[in-house]
């Protein structure tokens, strides 16, 4: 499939002439990845994917700006989006949309994601590359303060759309779940357990989200899907931070407590003390310990009905993404072992 879906003629319009293209293991999006060895010596990315809307397009090609902004910084660990054709300040070019798929490319970060836990240092210098490229954010959208990427002041869209969830599982839609896990079999056991365990947690949860329903918060451009496998590492330094493709506006702790826990998502403890040690290093004030713990909770309790929701709509979807029943099963087992970030002492 993925061979078939390769367009010679998008090879040509990033200006890449190919020696050798790898297709890369994909993830749960649904997209498609190439690793591009081109002539000139140099590595590249191209992936294709099936755009939604004409405004995710239009939102992509800002995000792909904001990119190739922050790669011009001096933050070599930042992927750099490749133009089709000549100047386009608009960024139109940062994402072309032949046929049916929309694809993009972007220079080849080296290195390798963790596979467990990461040293102090490691983890010191993951909360100074996040800050260098929070700060970039806040740069791009000062400037293109009429984008979808702008400064605001107002409730995290995070934390507004897991309450929202909350108060439609309150009001029948775990119900409507349950009777979903139990269609499933023996498939269905570990959800029937889950959905379980979150009836008992559900109206704590209300409770911790609803005071950060109407508070303003100081919201810029993040990543929001900042997790273990899109950080790399090499000879001991951050290589790249990859998969932009989540980005939009929140807040900088929605980052920090998604990088966190994945990876430490079972282990509570040396959780709490590298969530301790990360809030010193950026300057935490107790409130936003407060904010990163609860982004922490809500995430980690309502993950795996985003799957089961995805799975209503879609039944198939588990058969045709055959890791998504692994994520699922994982995001089930951190919920069961949730603790809280910042254990009350």
């Not at 029948?172 to 056991?189: M, N, P």
């Not at 920090?256 to 709490?272: E, H, I």
Request: hydrophobic letters at 40%.
């Amino acid at each position: 499939m993925h061979s078939e879906l390769l367009d010679l003629q998008v090879f040509d319009r990033f200006g890449l002439q190919p020696r050798r293209s790898t297709p890369v293991p994909g993830g749960l999006s649904e997209a498609y990845v190439w690793h591009v060895a081109d002539v000139s010596g140099r590595d590249f990315a191209l992936k294709a994917w099936r755009p939604v809307s004409s405004a995710q397009l239009q939102h992509r090609r800002t995000v792909r700006r904001w990119m190739r902004d922050a790669s011009g910084c001096g933050l070599n660990f930042v992927p750099r989006p490749l133009q089709a054709g000549g100047s386009d300040l608009s960024g139109e070019s940062l994402i072309l949309q032949p046929g049916h798929y929309a694809w993009q490319s972007e220079t080849w970060c080296a290195g390798a994601s963790l596979t467990g836990q990461p040293s102090p240092i490691q983890r010191a210098a993951a909360a100074t590359a996040l800050q260098q490229l929070h700060a970039t954010g806040r740069e791009f959208a000062l400037r293109h303060s009429s984008s979808e990427l702008k400064l605001n002041q107002s409730p995290s869209p995070a934390i507004l759309r897991r309450a929202v969830l909350v108060d439609e599982l309150l009001q029948g839609d775990l119900q409507r779940l349950l009777v979903l896990a139990r269609s499933l079999g023996e498939a269905g056991t570990s959800a029937i357990c889950f959905l379980q365990l979150l009836q008992k947690w559900l109206p704590w949860l209300q409770q911790r989200l609803q005071p950060w329903r109407s508070r303003s918060l100081n919201l810029q451009p993040v990543l929001r899907d900042v997790r273990t496998e899109n950080l790399l590492f090499h000879q001991g330094q951050i290589s790249g931070i990859i998969d932009w493709d989540a980005a939009d506006v929140d807040h900088p702790c929605l980052d920090a407590a998604r990088l966190l826990r994945s990876w430490y998502w079972d282990d509570n403890q040396a959780l709490t003390d590298a969530a301790e040690h990360w809030a010193t290093q950026w300057q935490l004030s107790s409130d936003s310990r407060q904010l990163l713990s609860v982004f922490d909770a809500a995430a980690v309790l309502l993950n795996p009905v985003i799957w089961l929701r995805r799975l209503a709509d879609d039944p198939a979807v588990f058969s045709r993404l055959p890791g998504a029943w692994d994520r699922f099963e994982h995001l089930v087992k951190s919920a069961e072992l949730w603790q809280s970030v910042f254990p009350r002492r």
